[in-house]
Structures are given as structure tokens and as C-alpha cells.
């Protein structure tokens, strides 16, 4: 069972693309798009990544802020920022994963036949209050902003 509408979204503190620290906590008042996402510059991440690119402009006049999370480290982050001008930030959440697994967005993968414990494709909006407002646990990549400002009725 995952998280729901309505719920205290878990609070934590990871490092971003520089290395500094990153609090949910310290966001709050404003609204937070938290997605989970595999893998740095891979097709559906990018997708994903370059959709809240897009959409940049109208999630920043809401006052929202994004916060893609990943395994991926630092430098990687960093190179995906640059390569596709991602207006974000990035968080990495390194193995065993904890930030995700508190989002039930860490679990069992298939790939190919194989089985393997991996970051699941999930996104959630916390309001300004620190309570989640939206969950997606399908998320169609090239779309997700776009569905968050439609749900929002900000888009």
C-alpha cells in the first residue's frame, strides 16, 4: 500500500547536483513536484525530464518547485542538466535508497526476463503544507507535467 492523498509527505534531506543538502522541510509553503525516475539520460527520463523543462514557465509562475530523484550521482546529474538545460533540481538518493522507499517508489523491477530492485517511475505533489495533494503511480513520461498542471487547473 502506498501513500495517499491527504498524507504528511516524508521529509528528508538529500544532496543535489552540487553536493548541497536539500530539505523538503525547508521548501515548505511552497508547492513541491517530487518525481522518481530509473535512470540520468535514458529515453523515458529524458522524456519526463524534458516535459518539466517545457512546462517550466508555467510551473514556475505557480510557484512550484521540481525535484527529480534518482540513484544517480552527482556528476551524472550534473551532465544531464547541462545536456538538455534542465531548469531544476536534481537529488540523488544513493543505494539502498531510503528517500525512495519511504515513497514506496523503490521495488521490484522487470526487465528482459530479469528481476531486480530498482526506482519505480512516480511522482507526488506536496502542497504547501507538507501534505501530498496529488500521486501518481503510473506516470506517462512525455506528459507528466502537463497532467500535473491540468490536475492543478493551473495549465
Excluded at 109 to 138: C, H, I, P, S
Aim: aromatic share 10%.
Amino acid at each position: 500500500m502506498g501513500l495517499a492523498i491527504g498524507d504528511a509527505a516524508p521529509d528528508f534531506t538529500l544532496p543535489d547536483q552540487n553536493g548541497n543538502p536539500v530539505s523538503l522541510s525547508s521548501l515548505r509553503g511552497q508547492r513541491v513536484v517530487i518525481y522518481f525516475y530509473p535512470k540520468d539520460d535514458t529515453t523515458g527520463c529524458t522524456k519526463e525530464a524534458c516535459n518539466f523543462r517545457d512546462r517550466w514557465a508555467d510551473l514556475e509562475s505557480q510557484g512550484i518547485r521540481v525535484l527529480g530523484i534518482s540513484k544517480d550521482d552527482a556528476t551524472s546529474h550534473g551532465k544531464f542538466i547541462a545536456k538538455y538545460s534542465l531548469p531544476f533540481t536534481l537529488l540523488t538518493d544513493a543505494e539502498p535508497c531510503p528517500v525512495a522507499t519511504a515513497y514506496h517508489s523503490y521495488g521490484l523491477k522487470k526487465f528482459m526476463g530479469n528481476e531486480y530492485m530498482g526506482m519505480l517511475r512516480q511522482t507526488f505533489v506536496v502542497d504547501a503544507e507538507g501534505k501530498l495533494e496529488l500521486v501518481y503511480e503510473k506516470v506517462k513520461s512525455e506528459t507528466m507535467a502537463d497532467q500535473i498542471l491540468s490536475d492543478l487547473a493551473l495549465g
